[in-house]
């Protein structure tokens, strides 16, 4: 657990290392999970007294829901959780984008924002 935590984050570190546990994941590796997540959450929310660029800009695991850790919520993860080009035109249809019948999978990319 991180130095200078109170019992908010003590709770939360125990969470995350406990359902890294249960998915599968090794004790060491559910533990580095948990500390940097905590820790993030810590920087962000102005907790810590020293935070780098990047754990304070973005979005916070939790509102990420592991995206980039491939835990889930989708995006990020890999080719595996990357999105289809289908996917994609089914969003731009939704969406209304323009001429999305003739755009490849980076153009629907760039043109919803992804």
Same mark, same amino acid.
């Given at each position: 657990?991180?130095?200078?935590?109170?019992? /908010? @984050?003590?709770?939360?570190?125990?969470?995350?290392?406990?359902?890294?546990?249960?998915?599968?994941?090794?004790?060491?590796?559910?533990?580095? *999970?948990?500390? @940097? +997540?905590?820790?993030?959450?810590?920087?962000? !929310?102005?907790?810590?007294?020293? !935070?780098?660029?990047?754990? +304070?800009?973005? /979005?916070?695991?939790?509102?990420?829901?592991?995206?980039?850790?491939?835990?889930?919520?989708?995006?990020?993860?890999?080719? !595996?959780?990357?999105?289809?080009?289908?996917? #994609?035109?089914?969003?731009? /249809?939704?969406?209304?984008?323009?001429?999305?019948?003739? *755009?490849? =999978?980076?153009? #629907?990319? =760039?043109? #919803?924002?992804?």
């Amino acid at each position: 657990m991180p130095r200078g935590s109170g019992g /908010k @984050r003590e709770r939360q570190y125990e969470h995350i290392k406990e359902s890294g546990e249960e998915r599968g994941m090794s004790e060491g590796r559910a533990k580095e *999970m948990a500390a @940097r +997540t905590v820790n993030k959450e810590r920087a962000q !929310s102005g907790e810590s007294k020293s !935070s780098s660029r990047s754990s +304070t800009q973005g /979005k916070s695991p939790s509102q990420r829901g592991g995206q980039k850790s491939g835990g889930g919520g989708g995006g990020g993860g890999g080719s !595996s959780t990357e999105r289809t080009r289908d996917e #994609l035109y089914e969003e731009a /249809k939704k969406r209304g984008v323009e001429g999305r019948s003739t *755009m490849n =999978k980076q153009q #629907l990319k =760039k043109a #919803l924002g992804n």
